[in-house]
Every structure is written in C-alpha cells, then in structure tokens.
C-alpha cells in the first residue's frame, strides 16, 4: 500500500506546528526526515493569533505576531506544506490512515497527529473587540461583559457560543439578562433545537465595522442567526472540547484524547498533543512541548515501520546499546524504496550535477529507485547513492510500501 505523507498533522495552532517542526527538524548529524502536512480550517497559529496570546513569566514576555513570525518563518524555512481544509473523519485502522475533508479531499499517511485544540475555529479572529468577546477571566467577568452589552443604546440580541457545558453558565446569564435583551445560546454539537438553545456548529461569523450575526449548520440545515454581540464560553470548551472530527465508528464531538508520556494513543500511528489532550492545564507552553513531543513520536513511529528499528535520537532521548565499529546513524537505503524530495524545486537542482539534474522531478514518493533507473536508463547503483546523498543531508525523505 501507498501513502501520499510520513505525517498529517491536523491543527496549525503552536502544538501542530511544533510537531510539524519537530518531524522534519531533526537535530541529529544524520536522520530521515519525515515528509509531512500540516491541516488548518482557520489561521495558522491558532489561539496564538488571537490578541491576547502571550508566551510570558511575571517580568518577560513574546507577544503573538513574534510567535507567529517564528511558526511561520519554520514552516516556510522547512517547506511543510499547509492545506487549508477542514478534517471532517479519520480512518485509523490497518498501518495507513486516511485523511478526509469537508472539501472532499484525501491524504493517507502513515502517522496522525490530532492538535485541534478545544474548539473547531473559523473566523474568530477577524472580530475579537468589534462585537464578539472571549471568556477567560473568570465568571463575574462573564457577568460584567453581559452587563455591558445589555447596556448599550438598541442591544436586542447576544449570542452565547460554547460546547456542551454551557449549559453551566445559562442560568447565570438568564438570571442577569434585563427584561428585552433576547439571549440566544448555541452548543456546538450534534442534537435537537429547543427554546433558547441552538445545538450546531459555527460556520462563519459576518458583519462590517461590527459582528451583525453569524451562520450555523444544524441536523436540519444552514440558519443564520442575526446578533449584534457574540460572547464565547471558552470555559465551557475546557471541559468538553467540540472537536468535529470522527474516527472510524466514533462520532464527532469526541471528548479529550487520552495519552501517555509520548503524545500515543491507543490505536497505533495516532498521536494526539496540546489542548485535546486531557489531564493538564492549558498554556502556549504546554501545547508547544506537548507538540514537540508528539513529533518526535511520529518521527520514531514512522522510522520503525520503514527500517525495522528505532532510531538513535541521542538528542533527545538517550540510547543505550553498545556502539559496533560498523555502527551507522541511517540504515541502508533499499532499492525499493521511493524518494521524497523535501525541499524546494531550486534547492535541489543546486544539490545535483547538470547530468542527473532530471532526476528531480522523479523523486516524487511515486516511483522506487528501481523504476527511476528503468525510466532513466541510469545505473541504480548511481540512483541510490544520490538518494543516499540527498537523505544524509535532510533533503530527502524515502517513503516504503506498506503491508496491510
């Protein structure tokens, strides 16, 4: 069996990333890159591109467009590809996983790394301050920001949007809601409409200046929903995240990810990092080392099933085995393998001579080396140790057929 990447990571929030990062930097003298894509819905950095993401201590701190301008200068440095699509399923059985969109594409790869975070964004961003307010200072804030908007000239409506436990912070909001302030509060998860409750799933928000409403999808279609404030109950994604994801015969929303030391899941070449994952507080930090984590996995992961043992990451985590005169950091390449190139279409041509310069467009993860040599006509010897060449140097990747 073919796979089109090593890794799909789904999510370029900052453990996404991390992970993305981590599976192609790898800080060792000689290792395989994996080939790798990156999933996004919304913007890349995820809440980290939301105005109040700090990476900070009491007396230091990085503000967002610094962090962002590192994501993106690594990603663009490494040349990760970044498919702008929403990941509606997941196949996780057998050794290849399929990667579906709402957009109806597919992607197979050999390991997957969830790092949704808590909520499935859309254009958030674009609003923050122009109508529509976050949740994360605490419930009297809550209090205070509804006080605030029923106080304004014509306030009519205020959309509350949250996962499954907003239903914690509606009778709070009905207590304090004046008499002609209409309240209108919006689960996003699958299940039936009453009353004041909405169960759907955010589509997009829109207005001009200021957020005038926003578009849901429902079990029985589109609505559009007219608002002049939107207030997000981040609290109630904090303990029930509204992922949109299903996997296998497990329908979204699914609740936190369980997993162990290493980002694993339970179902083998599944990995999870950052907000969905359960146990912790929630921070930059913790999802950018969580991401880090994760992508180490999935570059071990991916190593074993392609050369049969794990990989000496002595940067990272210390080996111990008895060092042979005949010890090497890669193991030989296999004529059946197939070349990844992982850099761009200039860098590698400066890494080949005039005479194999059209090797290039071949190493495209579709051909073995033994077919490049048939389609060629040169020696495979000579293939291979370019592909050798190319992999020592983290400019190529090789991928394997899979069995299963």
């Not at 190139?341 to 090797?359: A, F, M, N, S, W």
Request: net charge neutral.
């Amino acid at each position: 069996m073919t796979y089109d990447y090593d890794v799909i990571v789904i999510g370029g929030g900052p453990a996404g990333l991390s992970a993305a990062i981590r599976t192609r930097w790898i800080k060792q003298y000689k290792a395989v890159p994996c080939s790798t894509l990156v999933i996004e819905a919304a913007h890349i950095g995820g809440l980290a591109g939301w105005r109040g993401c700090q990476f900070a201590g009491p007396s230091w701190q990085l503000d967002r467009e610094e962090i962002l301008n590192r994501f993106q200068s690594d990603i663009h440095g490494l040349n990760i590809p970044v498919h702008r699509g929403r990941v509606e399923k997941i196949e996780t059985s057998g050794p290849i996983k399929t990667v579906h969109t709402t957009e109806g594409a597919t992607f197979r790869a050999l390991c997957v790394i969830i790092a949704t975070g808590i909520k499935s964004l859309v254009n958030e961003r674009d609003f923050l301050g122009r109508g529509l307010e976050v949740t994360n200072m605490g419930y009297e804030a809550i209090v205070e920001k509804v006080g605030e908007f029923c106080r304004r000239p014509g306030a009519k409506r205020l959309a509350v949007v949250g996962s499954s436990k907003l239903s914690n912070l509606m009778p709070l909001i009905r207590k304090t809601t004046p008499p002609g302030v209409e309240m209108v509060f919006i689960m996003e998860e699958n299940g039936i409409c009453e009353g004041d409750v909405i169960r759907g799933w955010v589509e997009q928000y829109f207005g001009n200046t200021r957020i005038e409403g926003l578009k849901l999808k429902t079990g029985t279609g589109s609505v559009r929903l007219d608002c002049d404030a939107v207030l997000l109950d981040f609290n109630s994604y904090e303990l029930a995240p509204a992922c949109r994801i299903s996997m296998d015969n497990r329908p979204a929303p699914f609740s936190f990810i369980p997993v162990d030391a290493d980002m694993l899941t339970q179902t083998p070449g599944i990995l999870a990092a950052g907000d969905i994952t359960q146990g912790a507080y929630n921070s930059f930090s913790r999802a950018v080392s969580q991401g880090i984590t994760a992508g180490l996995s999935a570059y071990r992961y991916v190593f074993e099933k392609k050369f049969n043992r794990p990989p000496p990451l002595f940067a990272y985590r210390p080996t111990d085995f008895i060092l042979h005169a005949d010890f090497k950091e890669l193991p030989a390449l296999k004529a059946t393998m197939k070349p990844v190139v992982l850099c761009r279409e200039t860098e590698i041509k400066d890494e080949l001579t005039d005479d194999v310069e059209d090797l290039a467009g071949l190493f495209d993860g579709r051909h073995s080396m033994e077919r490049i040599s048939e389609i060629t006509g040169r020696s495979l010897s000579k293939i291979m140790a370019l592909a050798t060449a190319l992999v020592e140097k983290k400019r190529m990747t090789v991928h394997v057929e899979i069995d299963g």
